[in-house]
């Protein structure tokens, strides 16, 4: 996604992680079930802990934790009486070293998931295969432990 014309959707205020739970409410306002939501901050940020609250804004079954070990997590929401089955998945490519362990991860059918919201850490790794509508969620650090969430789509042709 680092090649292409992006533009700003949604920015947060600045924020700290007790703040949270607000910033998590504004940004699943920007989006939709079947987004891949590509990860973009510094360690330490809080990346693992914003796909967290956004699985508890979600009321998710089980609590969310960092993939880094396990390449990719799933947490299921509750079952709606009518509607299909919705989980937020969250996946880490740190361990990631060639495109091709992406086949392996069942990667073609975790993007293509529309019951999913698909966070991705470490994003680079699988660069060249995000569908071109993925989006770029940018956590910077600021003074005072603060931290500032934009989040990014591409511009139409």
Not at 21 to 44: K, R
Not at 55 to 65: C, E, K, P, T, V
Request: proline fraction near 6%; hydrophobic fraction near 40%; charge should be negative.
């Amino acid at each position: 996604m680092s090649d292409v014309s992006l533009r700003c959707i949604w920015r947060s205020a600045p924020y700290d992680l007790k703040g949270l739970t607000n910033v998590v409410s504004d940004l699943e306002a920007c989006l939709e079930w079947g987004d891949i939501v590509a990860l973009q901050a510094p360690m330490g940020t809080g990346k693992t802990t914003l796909v967290s609250a956004m699985a508890r804004h979600f009321n998710a079954l089980d609590a969310a934790s960092s993939p880094t070990f396990a390449l990719c997590q799933s947490y299921p929401l509750p079952l709606e009486t009518e509607g299909p089955k919705r989980v937020i998945r969250h996946l880490d490519l740190y361990r990631i070293e060639h495109p091709t362990e992406l086949h392996g991860l069942g990667w073609e059918e975790l993007i293509d998931d529309a019951d999913a919201l698909t966070f991705v850490e470490w994003p680079e790794r699988a660069a060249d295969h995000f569908p071109v509508d993925a989006l770029l969620l940018r956590i910077e650090q600021l003074p005072d432990d603060l931290r500032l969430a934009s989040l990014w789509q591409r511009e139409s042709d």
